[in-house]
């Protein structure tokens, strides 16, 4: 894969739940919404020449926790975004990078930027 320039920017929460909800976000807790999830982190824009990420960033303990995050287009939007995350946990001197997810294919992306599944979320109907 070839160097794309990318740019990011920061983004007030209003703007990043609504362009979460547009690109289909789903929380693996069906308590929290887009909206929710931005309120509580910092949010920022991706772009590049592939497409646009608007993602969440909080940071707890040594973890920087990618809370929400969804894309516009490019097939290479998880590759951009994973290396992205790494890059601000290791300035704002953080040791692990984690997130949740209840898609499969992300989890087999995840995998090849060094990512492991460390937990489950069980639900069950009642």
Not at 15 to 25: N, V
Not at 51 to 72: H, N, P, Q, Y
Not at 73 to 88: R, S
């Amino acid at each position: 894969m070839e160097t794309q320039e990318i740019t990011v920017t920061p983004v007030d929460f209003v703007t990043a739940g609504k362009a979460m909800r547009d690109a289909g976000l789903a929380a693996p807790l069906a308590c929290d919404t887009p909206e929710s999830i931005a309120y509580g982190g910092d949010c920022f824009e991706m772009v590049n020449p592939d497409g646009k990420t608007t993602f969440v960033l909080r940071r707890k303990d040594d973890i920087l926790w990618i809370d929400g995050a969804g894309s516009v287009q490019g097939e290479h939007q998880v590759h951009h975004g994973l290396h992205l995350a790494k890059e601000i946990g290791q300035q704002c001197g953080c040791k692990e990078v984690a997130f949740e997810t209840a898609r499969r294919g992300l989890v087999r992306q995840a995998a090849r930027h060094g990512f492991e599944v460390v937990g489950f979320i069980l639900k069950a109907k009642i």
